[in-house]
C-alpha cells in the first residue's frame, strides 16, 4: 500500500518561497516527482529527480524551484513564487509515471 505526506505549503506573496516536503512509502524517494493540481485544470508534473541523479523541471518553473532529496524525505525548494504557482502540490513516482495512491497534497497560495 502507498502512502505518501506532503507538507510545508501555505500563503505567501508573489516573490516569496516556500520549501515543501515529502515522505513516502510504496515507492522510493529516489525515483519521485512533484506533481501539482490547480482548481479546474489537470494535475502536471513540476519537477522529477530519478534513481541515477537526472533532474527535470516543467519550463515555467526552470530556475526558481529546485527539486532534492536527503535520506528519506524528498523537496521542493520554491523561490520566486507567482500566482500561476496557486495549486495543491503532491509527490508520486516520476520515472514510471505515477502510482494510484495519492496523498492529500499540500495546498500553495500565492496572492498578487
Known amino acids: 500500500q502507498v502512502q505518501v505526506k506532503e507538507s510545508g505549503g501555505g500563503l505567501v506573496q508573489t516573490g516569496g518561497s516556500l520549501r515543501l516536503s515529502c515522505t513516502a512509502s510504496?515507492?522510493?524517494?529516489?525515483?519521485m516527482g512533484w506533481y501539482r493540481q490547480a482548481p479546474g485544470k489537470e494535475r502536471e508534473l513540476v519537477a522529477g529527480?530519478?534513481?541515477?541523479?537526472t533532474i527535470h523541471y516543467l519550463d515555467s518553473v526552470e530556475g526558481r524551484f529546485t527539486i532534492s532529496r536527503d535520506k528519506g524525505t524528498a523537496y521542493l525548494q520554491m523561490n520566486d513564487l507567482k500566482p500561476e504557482d496557486t495549486a495543491v502540490y503532491y509527490c508520486?513516482?516520476?520515472?514510471?509515471?505515477?502510482?494510484?495512491?495519492w496523498g492529500q497534497g499540500t495546498q500553495v497560495i500565492v496572492s498578487s
Open positions: 529527480i530519478s534513481l541515477s541523479g
Open positions: 510504496g515507492f522510493s524517494i529516489a525515483n
Open positions: 508520486n513516482r516520476w520515472l514510471g509515471g505515477p502510482l494510484d495512491s
